[in-house]
């Protein structure tokens, strides 16, 4: 007899806007505070704190425009946050301090969420869309210079890139991308060498988010259709489909697979979010809170596994943290 | 009949001569029979009877040569041979050439398209009669773009025409594209131009798809003319015509030119349709064989059976959906949408609350426009229509009619409103035939009205059923078995649906004008008045309705449009189906035998085959209705 499905262990509310993007930092040793960065569309970066469940601090840096997409850079006190007002912003909030060290004119119009990747103490590869329509740009940080662009070949018809995956195997070797585009595809790219490695149709309808496992070289991505779709990388850096999973209801905004590598969580239009064993996609728990779709979904970082969260922001403002499978 | 070949001088005007008037008396088919593979087989290498083969056809006198060089044309197996056994008297032979380049081709057109093939493929073989095919292929030209011929021609003739152009095309050789190439380019423009606007489908598409062949012809570089049409087998095998290259040169030296007429040797392989490039991979077929510890056993599923399909609640009251429909929220798409789906189902369960707000929401719907992408949404909407004007029909019905005449509705929109009248009134009609003339065990008529320019066809083919049933049974005799009747409450509304649509026809507005260019739409207000003058048998009104409708047709009769003319005659059919016969021939005499003498005008000179058909069928009506009179006893 199956329990029932677990209820959120608290819910924050207070962003007074739909919410888009969560991002944990909890790794940090005793007394930091477990935070929860939360970015939303009134163009707010909210700091929860986990403790007490309040906002600690709100970061206005984006001229009051949606913010999609919020990173840690080695720690809560700096962060990067990309917003719609086609900018990226780079934090200071050490001791306090709330102020944009440095920014990005992207000029991406659309909502394609930046990757961060770290290379090497202080550095980061960066992975945004670019002002042309197909293009994604990598820049270096902090020095915003250009390692390469990545153009499709002409008459591809990728569309826009969708969603963008930095990875690299193992420290120091290669950098590589996976990017989802509007015609459904997911094409693996080699960044050194600025070409692309393997295309792979994943779907019909545009790819909304993607999430890789690079120790078993397997993917999943999820569209506005009814279909998850899972991959793999081969040997040759190919991609192939794997398997595929149809959902009771089409539209998933967000994949997310929990750093244990043992399960994910999907955030889905239908307002539910769910939750799958990563090894075989058996479903595990449909978590049915939310009142309108939800955007965004998180796994903290807890050093102790027991206290490992799983963090959901929707439309209805509100941001459902969960406890589930903790004990694992 | 054997000739004495080589080295001697023989006459053979005498051969000639007994050809000539063999086939002028209409003997072609036996003596060509016999002639045709003969000299065929002679001629084939022989080029002494090929002389003597010229010299026969040459020497057949003047009025007996069309006969002859007909039969021939239509003989030859192929275009080569007829170039062999008639070699170019077309040239040398006024009447050969008059009866070749004008008579078979702009004057008849019931000559198959193989003939079509020799006769041209024949002009197109020699230098000499090169030209004569270009001067052909000018003149076709000009048929096919004149907008008179159009109008006035049939539509076998057409699509004879078409044929020939299309040949044509494909045995010219380059630089004679690159001198003709202006003319040809706007000859097509002015063909395309009145062949699209005309309102029957097979010749807009005739006009499309030879305008793209001499597109592809004359561009061989740049963008080509592309239309959307449905491909169908009329003009799979012109669009084959057009390909098709002859695959023989000169004749004389091809000594085992053999069976390859026709020309279909190089049949046009249809390129395969590019396959996407980047195809979707194969799944892998070895699943991952997990024999290592599955962690996932340890994670015990919840319980998920709540998990179901998100459906999005529309709206339970009328008043509700019309908030929806008319609200300006971007967001609730999801709402508008479930709500343009219920709609119907939600009028239908609530008549009183419809009746409430019918003009309202019929306005709503009239205006309505796709929001998002549903299926069916035409169809949605339609229903929709139908159901609140089947609720209340006066009201809805006096507004809808109103606004067919007003100012700023787009065609479709005007279109939308006829068929919604049409649909509303098969409903509340369910007419049944009562009376002594009822076929026994016969159907409920149901008039199949489907979408867009096929509706006049679907009721025009039962509505001739019927009228052949009915003009079959009285030969029989009189049936006794009479089916239940319903009341007909298409009745007390019928004049409200049918009088507002007849009264303004002649008054032109500013954006909408039915007796000059929106044609289509006074066509498709005939039908839809034949239709209600069908439905409203046994009504009250009836009567009233066949008269304003004899009006109507008598003042449109020589419209130049043919589906106009259709329409017309269909309602003439209707009338005399619906209005009883005791009134037509009481009230309606003078006006039925001036009918009467120009149905049998229409039946002789009409262009249109249609139009000739419904004409007869009319007429046959009008001898049964006399008839029955006479029958029954007074």
Not at chain 2, 152 to 178: D, N, R, V, W
């Amino acid at each position: 007899m199956a329990l029932p499905p677990p209820d959120p262990q608290f819910v924050l509310r207070g962003t007074g806007a739909a919410v888009h993007i969560l991002h944990f930092s909890c790794g940090g040793p005793e007394p930091d505070i477990p935070l929860l960065f939360s970015g939303s569309e009134s163009g707010f970066i909210h700091v929860w704190n986990l403790r007490t469940h309040r906002v600690d601090t709100a970061l206005d840096g984006h001229g009051r425009k949606s913010v999609y997409c919020v990173e840690t850079m080695g720690g809560k006190d700096r962060l990067l946050s990309q917003g719609r007002d086609q900018r990226i912003c780079l934090w200071d909030l050490a001791e306090g301090r709330t102020s944009v060290t440095d920014s990005v004119f992207t000029e991406h119009v659309g909502f394609c969420r930046c990757s961060l990747l770290k290379v090497a103490q202080g550095r980061w590869l960066m992975a945004m869309a670019a002002r042309s329509l197909e293009e994604v740009q990598i820049l270096e940080l902090p020095s915003k210079t250009s390692v390469c662009t990545l153009k499709p070949e002409v008459g591809a018809k990728l569309g826009m890139p969708m969603c963008l995956k930095l990875w690299q195997l193992s420290c120091g070797s290669q950098p590589v991308l996976l990017a989802g585009y509007e015609d459904g595809s997911v094409v693996l790219w080699n960044v050194s060498m600025g070409k692309a490695l393997s295309q792979l149709i994943c779907h019909q309808e545009p790819v909304m988010s993607l999430d890789f496992d690079s120790e078993k070289a397997k993917g999943i991505s999820g569209s506005s259709e009814k279909v998850l779709s899972i991959w793999s990388l081969n040997e040759q850096q190919n991609l192939q489909v794997y398997k595929t999973h149809e959902l009771v209801n089409a539209g998933i905004s967000d994949i997310t697979i929990r750093p244990d590598k043992k399960i994910l969580a999907t955030a889905g239009w239908d307002h539910r979010i769910r939750i799958f064993g990563w090894k075989k996609l058996k479903p595990l728990a449909v978590l049915d809170y939310h009142t309108a779709t939800v955007h965004c979904v998180s796994f903290s970082d807890h050093s102790n596994p027991r206290e490992r969260l799983l963090a959901a922001g929707s439309k209805d403002q509100r941001i459902s943290v969960w406890s589930i499978y903790a004990q694992t | 009949v054997c000739f004495v070949p080589g080295g001697l001088d023989c006459s053979i005007s005498f051969v000639s001569h007994v050809l000539g008037k063999v086939c002028i008396h209409g003997r072609q088919k036996e003596i060509l029979g016999v002639l045709v593979p003969c000299l065929t087989d002679l001629t084939k290498s022989d080029c002494i009877w090929q002389r003597i083969c010229w010299r026969l056809v040459e020497c057949v006198p003047d009025r007996w040569m069309e006969a002859v060089v007909l039969g021939f044309v239509q003989r030859a197996p192929g275009a080569d041979v007829l170039s062999r056994l008639l070699g170019n008297l077309v040239v040398k032979n006024k009447k050969a050439q008059f009866v070749v380049t004008q008579k078979m081709l702009l004057l008849q057109y019931g000559h198959t398209t193989e003939v079509l093939q020799n006769l041209l493929g024949y002009l197109s073989l020699d230098g000499l009669r090169r030209t004569l095919l270009l001067r052909v292929l000018q003149e076709l030209l000009e048929t096919w773009s004149s907008s008179s011929a159009v109008k006035h021609s049939t539509a076998e003739q057409q699509l004879y025409i078409s044929k020939a152009i299309l040949i044509c095309l494909s045995h010219l050789k380059e630089p004679e594209i690159e001198t003709h190439r202006q003319e040809l380019l706007t000859s097509m423009m002015e063909g395309v131009k009145c062949r699209l606007d005309s309102s029957l489908p097979q010749q807009r598409r005739l006009g499309m798809v030879v305008a793209e062949s001499i597109s592809l012809k004359i561009n061989t570089e740049g963008p080509v003319l592309k239309f959307e049409y449905e491909e169908d087998d009329e003009t799979r095998e012109l669009k084959f015509l057009l390909v098709q290259t002859p695959s023989f040169c000169n004749v004389p030296s091809l000594p085992d030119d053999d069976r390859s007429e026709k020309a279909g040797a190089a049949l046009p392989l249809v390129p395969e349709s590019n396959e996407k490039s980047h195809a979707a991979a194969p799944v892998m077929s070895n699943e991952e064989s997990d024999t290592e510890f599955d962690s996932d056993d340890d994670l015990i599923p919840y319980d998920m059976s709540e998990d179901k399909e998100l459906k999005i609640k529309a709206p339970v009251y009328i008043r509700d959906c019309i908030e929806v429909l008319t609200g300006s929220r971007t967001e609730d798409v999801d709402k508008w949408e479930a709500t343009v789906k219920a709609l119907e189902s939600l009028v239908r369960k609530n008549p009183a609350a419809t009746r409430e707000v019918s003009v309202e929401l019929a306005k709503i719907l009239l205006h309505l426009e796709e929001k998002t992408c549903i299926e069916g949404f035409v169809e949605l909407r339609q229903r929709a229509q139908v159901a609140v004007l089947t609720t209340d029909p006066i009201p809805v019905a006096k507004y809808l009619t109103s606004q067919f005449y007003s100012l700023n509705y787009s065609l479709r929109q005007r279109m939308d409103i006829l068929d919604v009248l049409v649909l509303a009134a098969q409903e509340l009609s369910c007419p049944k035939f009562l009376g002594k003339t009822k076929h026994s065990g016969a159907q409920k008529p149901c008039i199949q009205l489907l979408q867009g320019s096929d509706s006049s066809k679907g009721w025009r083919r039962v509505v001739d059923e019927r009228i052949k049933n009915k003009t079959r049974r009285l030969d029989k005799g009189q049936c006794h078995v009479e089916l239940a009747s319903r009341p007909n409450e298409f009745n007390s509304v019928a004049g409200y649906f049918f009088f507002p649509l007849i009264q303004h026809f002649d008054r032109p507005l500013t954006t909408f004008d039915l007796l000059g260019e929106d044609h289509l739409v006074l066509g498709r207000l005939a039908h839809t008045l034949a239709i209600l003058m069908y439905l409203a048998v046994n009504t009250v009104a009836v009567t009233a309705m066949g008269k304003a409708l004899l009006e109507f047709v008598w003042a449109l009769r020589f419209h130049t449009d043919s589906y106009v003319r259709q329409g017309l005659l269909s309602c003439i059919s209707s009338l005399l189906l619906s209005v009883p016969t005791e009134r037509i021939l009481a009230d309606m005499t003078e006006e039925l035998l001036e009918t009467q003498s120009w149905l049998g005008d229409v039946m002789e000179k009409d262009p249109d085959g249609d139009c000739r058909r419904l004409a007869l069928q009319n007429l046959l009506l009008m001898e049964n209705l006399k008839k029955k009179l006479e029958v029954v006893p007074s």
